[in-house]
């Protein structure tokens, strides 16, 4: 636990993905909070939610008012969020079971091999621009991607 760090088993994709976001604009500074929810998005009622996970495990401190918020990445937030930062790689069965694997090549291996019989939706997001990734693959085969415009690369080793 100590070398992965809490964050990566406490923190949902949620609270992930607005961490990642909130590194992105800055060590802190003021931004609207409807346009931070829609960047990752969220509603504005899991917005509150995910800025108080994060600032618990204390990885920011924040404030609202009138709309904005006010945000401040803690000085030591990378070595309390461990190797894995923000980020995450969703892998949810058929059959309801979820996991996280540390690396989205993993999921693809999985999906061919170990989970080729079964239907997989693969949750991800782009590390530059936070978009929200989902691919659906059921016995091997791509049937969803969501963006369109999603490249899958196969193969393996």
């Given amino acids: 636990m100590k070398r992965w760090g809490v964050a990566t ?4 994709e949620d609270e992930k993905l607005l961490g990642r976001r909130l590194v992105q604009l800055g060590t802190g500074g003021t931004v609207s909070a409807v346009q931070l929810s829609a960047d990752i998005g969220i509603a504005a009622d899991q917005l509150d939610r995910a800025l108080n996970t ?3 495990l204390q990885l920011i401190s924040w404030q609202s008012r009138d709309g904005w918020l006010s945000f401040l990445l803690k000085p030591d937030y990378s070595e309390r969020l461990g ?3 923000f980020n995450f790689h969703g892998v949810r069965l058929e059959s309801g079971k979820r996991f996280n694997v540390p ?3 993993d999921y693809l291996l999985l999906a ?13 997001s782009c590390v530059h621009c936070t978009a929200r990734i989902r691919v659906v693959i059921d016995q091997g085969r791509s049937l969803e991607t969501d963006p369109k415009e999603t490249l899958l ?5």
Avoid: M, N, T, W
């Fill in 9 to 12: 088993l406490v923190l949902d």
């Fill in 54 to 56: 994060l600032q618990h």
């Fill in 83 to 85: 190797p894995l930062g």
């Fill in 103 to 105: 690396c989205a090549f």
């Fill in 112 to 124: 061919g091999s170990e989970l080729a019989g079964e239907r997989v939706e693969i949750s991800d």
């Fill in 153 to 157: 690369f196969r193969g393996g080793g």
